[in-house]
């Protein structure tokens, strides 16, 4: 792929699929400093009793509350057995005073704000004003560094997937989903706690073109052909810029030993909406006799590949023959149309019945910290059931909730809203 940020939709399908991967030359998307930082707003928003997540953003972006002011805030809450969340929104008490008690009193009237939105807002709108209100995403989009844009696109690809997320149906595959930031953020957390796999073991490698350069490999599936991706969007202003991304593209086709597939998406959300996609240039400049222009989906035609006998399946399974393929270059050619389809859920033929549930009139959220397999629990939307099964670390426990009419699932207690009922 041609940048960084396109890691993050390949991680979390392998990581549903249960198929080991690498990501070579980086770090995985969820790991990224940017990325860390945003989630750690979003889960203090959910749970401000989260003390990893409000260490880590109590001063940042730099607000006045120092190294000091924390050591003070974390020991005043270890000798009153209290969280440190509730040392803050009760600073006076503790002796703070001046500029500090002012910048402790702001950070918690904001993070009380971002708090109240969720009343009203979706998962993505809370994500975005934090993003802004934060500055965040301003210091990022100032820093014109290779580093800084890379940052930035980060953060816009995390807001594109919690924007996917708001507007996917809210039952997928017979199952009802929690659409709440909460539910977000705990498949997120779901995702991104799986066992670190054996780096010497056969895995699927991960990589941005940058990081293949000097690379063969017997398979390689190159991501992302598309108009404004790459070409990059930063990258078509002169034709110096188009050449060396042109010299990128070959470095791509040229990493396969044996099979090549180019693929791009019809669709794709970017800064927050979903645009229709032209393929990349770079496609059309290939010689047309070794190109089989099939996609399973139906997205893209074929066009005189010569193999149009052959099943869609066969010829994805075929990909791109290297062998067919010169040394030489290619040339520029004029531009074909291919038509764009509009993104469809999949509904399966046959879908477990399931009940979305209306609270009950009393429903209050009960403290969880003494929740034990054996208890009944109501949650908001998934309904009654029995915790079958507790698991997690201290800071992040989750539960196994058999619910009456949708199965077993693995709840975030730090994010869930449950109501114990015995």
Same mark, same amino acid.
């Given at each position: 792929?041609?940048?960084?940020?396109?890691?993050?939709?390949?991680?979390?399908?392998?990581?549903?699929?249960?198929?080991?991967?690498?990501?070579?030359?980086?770090?995985?998307?969820?790991?990224?400093?940017?990325?860390?930082?945003?989630?750690?707003?979003?889960?203090?928003?959910?749970?401000?009793?989260?003390?990893?997540?409000?260490?880590?953003?109590?001063?940042?972006?730099?607000?006045?509350?120092?190294?000091?002011?924390?050591?003070?805030?974390?020991?005043?809450?270890?000798?009153?057995?209290? *969280?440190?969340?509730?040392?803050?929104?009760?600073?006076?008490?503790?002796?703070?005073?001046?500029?500090?008690?002012? *910048?402790?009193?702001?950070?918690?009237?904001?993070?009380?704000?971002?708090?109240?939105?969720?009343?009203?807002?979706?998962?993505?709108?809370? &994500?975005?004003?934090?993003?802004?209100?934060?500055? +965040?995403?301003?210091?990022?989009?100032?820093?014109?560094?290779?580093?800084?844009?890379?940052?930035?696109?980060?953060?816009?690809?995390?807001?594109?997937?919690?924007?996917?997320?708001?507007?996917?149906?809210?039952?997928?595959?017979?199952?009802?989903?929690?659409?709440?930031?909460?539910?977000?953020?705990?498949?997120?957390?779901?995702?991104?706690?799986?066992?670190?796999?054996?780096?010497?073991?056969?895995?699927?490698?991960?990589?941005?073109?940058?990081?293949?350069?000097?690379?063969?490999?017997?398979?390689?599936?190159?991501?992302?052909?598309?108009?404004?991706?790459?070409?990059?969007?930063?990258?078509?202003?002169?034709?110096?810029?188009?050449?060396?991304?042109?010299?990128?593209?070959?470095?791509?086709?040229?990493?396969?030993?044996?099979?090549?597939?180019?693929?791009? &998406?019809?669709?794709?959300?970017?800064?927050?909406?979903?645009?229709?996609?032209?393929?990349?240039?770079?496609?059309?400049?290939?010689?047309?006799?070794?190109?089989?222009?099939?996609?399973?989906?139906?997205?893209?035609?074929?066009?005189?590949?010569?193999?149009?006998?052959?099943?869609?399946?066969?010829?994805?399974?075929?990909?791109?023959?290297?062998?067919?393929?010169?040394?030489?270059?290619?040339?520029?050619?004029?531009?074909?149309?291919?038509?764009?389809?509009?993104?469809?859920?999949?509904?399966?033929?046959?879908?477990?019945?399931?009940?979305?549930? +209306?609270?009950?009139?009393?429903?209050?959220?009960?403290?969880? *910290?003494?929740?034990?397999?054996?208890?009944?629990?109501?949650?908001?939307?998934?309904?009654?059931?029995?915790?079958?099964?507790?698991?997690?670390?201290?800071?992040?426990?989750?539960?196994?909730?058999?619910?009456?009419?949708?199965?077993?699932?693995?709840?975030?207690?730090?994010?869930?809203?449950?109501?114990?009922?015995?």
């Amino acid at each position: 792929y041609r940048t960084n940020a396109q890691s993050r939709a390949f991680e979390e399908s392998l990581r549903r699929m249960g198929i080991p991967y690498t990501i070579y030359g980086g770090i995985s998307f969820y790991q990224r400093k940017e990325i860390k930082d945003i989630l750690a707003y979003l889960r203090i928003i959910i749970n401000p009793q989260d003390e990893e997540s409000l260490k880590r953003i109590i001063n940042f972006p730099a607000r006045g509350i120092g190294k000091t002011t924390v050591d003070k805030t974390i020991l005043f809450a270890n000798e009153n057995n209290i *969280s440190m969340w509730d040392v803050l929104v009760n600073a006076p008490k503790f002796g703070f005073k001046g500029g500090t008690l002012e *910048s402790i009193e702001n950070f918690v009237t904001m993070i009380k704000s971002f708090a109240s939105m969720l009343q009203k807002q979706n998962a993505y709108e809370v &994500a975005v004003h934090v993003g802004k209100q934060t500055a +965040i995403v301003k210091e990022l989009f100032n820093d014109k560094s290779t580093e800084g844009v890379q940052r930035y696109e980060n953060i816009q690809e995390l807001l594109n997937s919690i924007k996917e997320w708001t507007e996917s149906p809210d039952n997928q595959e017979g199952e009802l989903v929690d659409k709440s930031l909460g539910g977000y953020l705990q498949q997120i957390t779901l995702l991104t706690d799986a066992d670190e796999k054996d780096p010497n073991a056969d895995t699927v490698k991960l990589m941005t073109i940058h990081a293949a350069k000097g690379l063969e490999f017997g398979c390689v599936f190159a991501a992302g052909l598309e108009e404004m991706l790459f070409p990059n969007a930063l990258a078509i202003n002169t034709r110096e810029e188009l050449e060396e991304e042109r010299r990128l593209f070959y470095v791509v086709i040229t990493r396969a030993k044996k099979r090549l597939w180019i693929t791009y &998406a019809n669709t794709r959300y970017r800064f927050g909406s979903l645009v229709q996609n032209e393929p990349s240039r770079f496609i059309d400049e290939l010689p047309e006799q070794y190109l089989d222009r099939s996609f399973a989906g139906g997205g893209m035609k074929n066009q005189g590949s010569g193999r149009s006998g052959s099943s869609a399946y066969e010829r994805m399974n075929k990909g791109f023959d290297r062998s067919e393929f010169g040394a030489g270059g290619f040339e520029s050619s004029s531009k074909k149309k291919t038509q764009n389809t509009k993104p469809s859920y999949l509904t399966p033929n046959t879908q477990r019945q399931t009940v979305e549930h +209306i609270p009950s009139a009393d429903f209050k959220a009960s403290d969880t *910290s003494g929740l034990q397999v054996g208890h009944k629990v109501e949650h908001q939307k998934f309904g009654f059931g029995e915790v079958m099964k507790m698991e997690g670390a201290a800071h992040n426990p989750i539960a196994t909730v058999k619910f009456e009419h949708n199965g077993e699932k693995k709840i975030m207690l730090n994010y869930a809203k449950l109501r114990i009922i015995d």
